[in-house]
């Protein structure tokens, strides 16, 4: 064998085995938020989509989440809708809780594109963004295939 022997000294880390620490939840976090938080956060920061700018959006994110788990227990203990009678006849009448769990779900969907938390979301940041509508019929056009 020629050369030096190689040693641990000299061995530069891939950039990719790293694995960075993620923040803490903030502390005006409920419960549920901050377990949302503690679960999604070191899987964001490994995949470079948490960076300290965007925390404030990742914290509201998790208080949607946290607002649909508790959303959900109320539905479940009370139901989605109750019955009243009206002049018109018996009506039914979402609860509360379920209109609330609709507007979390809306908000939590939302701000989960901005992090790739959907499948569909997660292929977009992956694969660099929409790119140029045409780039491929001009790739064919001009026989560059």
Same mark, same amino acid.
């Given at each position: ?6 040693? @641990?000294?000299? &061995?530069?880390?891939? !950039? $990719? ?6 923040? /803490? ?14 679960? @999604?956060?070191? &899987?964001?920061?490994? !995949? $470079? ?6 925390? /404030? ?7 949607m989440a946290g607002h649909v788990v508790a959303m959900c227990h109320d &539905? ?70």
């Amino acid at each position: 064998m020629r050369g030096a022997k190689p040693s @641990l000294d000299n &061995v530069i880390p891939m !950039k $990719g085995d790293a694995v960075r620490r993620a923040p /803490d939840a903030p502390e005006h976090l409920d419960t549920q938020a901050k377990e949302v938080w503690e679960r @999604l956060a070191p &899987v964001l920061v490994n !995949k $470079g989509r948490l960076e300290p700018e965007y925390e /404030d959006s990742f914290a509201a994110y998790c208080v949607m989440a946290g607002h649909v788990v508790a959303m959900c227990h109320d &539905v479940a203990m009370m139901g989605s809708y109750y019955e009243v009678q009206t002049r018109n006849g018996m009506q039914q009448k979402h609860r509360a809780a379920w209109v609330q769990l609709t507007q979390a779900v809306q908000g939590m969907n939302q701000l989960a594109a901005r992090f790739g938390l959907t499948p569909v979301d997660e292929a977009r940041l992956r694969s660099g963004g929409q790119g140029d509508l045409f780039d491929e019929l001009l790739k064919k056009l001009d026989g560059a295939d």
